[in-house]
């Protein structure tokens, strides 16, 4: 799943392919990729112009003329790119948006569990799921006193509550495992049962491995490619995620993998104390 640096990758390749674009038509090829009313997305879409392209966590916002956002969430494969109306539909092609220029944006999605909702300019936290997200690493908003206070509530284990994102949005697997580890955090320790100090070290991880993850692009471990069909390169720096039953650079011992709520989580055993 493309995770907070893989989402803002995409915002940057987007920007410069389609702002200043005027919508022509658009195409829904699969309906139900558009959560809200899929005649409504047809008939108001066209005339409108791209003003810019924000984002909040995992989420794009397509920012148009007359007030208007549409909400962008990739999901699981969710992907965008440029090409042209009379280009051949691929069969995983499920939106297009044409332009008055000749080009066309189209969104593929293998899964199609991808969502686009359009929406008033600046109710996204009243009408879509961003309301129910905390804030984002590196903001103002995630300060060291909030992510204490947070946790000291939290009595599940870190690697879902990092998870959930309603403390910190943005983090998905691959990043938590790593910071778990960087911080010698165990997945399963309850987050109020860890001690201040290792979390004012793990909010400091997150902010850090976040902005270096933004820096190489994003992580390409499946199909996630950025607008313009490039693969991310924080891939080559991950060394948790990926390395079950290889050596913790740190002891030595074999990392392992678990299974945390359904998803694979690995962790050093020697490391990674487990708060209880």
């Known amino acids: 799943m493309p995770e907070m640096p893989e989402v803002e990758t995409v915002r940057r ?49 397509i920012r148009l003329s007359d007030n208007l956002t549409i909400v962008s969430h990739l ?23 044409e332009f008055t220029d000749g080009t066309a944006l189209r ?27 905390g804030y984002e690493p590196n903001s103002k908003e995630f300060t060291e006193a909030y992510f204490i206070a947070k946790l000291k509530r939290k009595h599940k284990n870190i690697k879902n509550t990092l998870l959930d994102q309603s403390i910190v949005a943005g983090l998905g697997n691959i990043y938590v495992d790593e910071v778990l580890w960087q911080s010698k955090i165990h997945p399963l320790s309850i987050a109020s049962k860890i001690p201040e100090d290792k979390v004012k070290e793990l909010h ?20 996630y490619l950025d607008a313009n069909g490039n693969a991310g390169g924080f891939q080559k720096m991950l060394q948790v995620y990926g390395h079950v039953g290889e050596a913790c650079p740190n002891c030595g011992n074999k990392f392992e993998k678990i299974k945390v709520n359904g998803r694979g989580t690995t962790f050093c055993p020697h490391c990674q104390v487990n708060y209880q």
Not at 107 to 133: A, C, H, P, S, W
Not at 213 to 223: D, E, N, S
């Open 13 to 61: 390749t987007l920007i410069p392919l389609v702002k200043g674009k005027t919508i022509k038509k658009v195409t829904l090829w699969y309906p139900k990729i558009v959560a809200t009313d899929h005649q409504q997305f047809i008939d108001e879409l066209p005339g409108k112009k791209i003003l810019d392209i924000d984002r909040y966590a995992k989420y794009l916002l």
């Open 107 to 133: 969104y593929n999605d293998v899964r199609k569990f991808g969502r686009m909702q359009l929406i008033l300019t600046g109710t996204e936290r009243q009408t879509t799921g961003i309301g129910k997200l």
């Open 204 to 223: 400091t991880k997150i902010n850090h491995e976040i902005s270096i993850a933004i820096k190489m692009r994003g992580t390409t471990v499946h199909t």
């Open 75 to 97: 999901r699981m494969e969710g992907k965008y790119h440029l090409t042209t109306p009379d280009a051949p539909k691929d069969k995983h092609d499920h939106v297009q948006f």
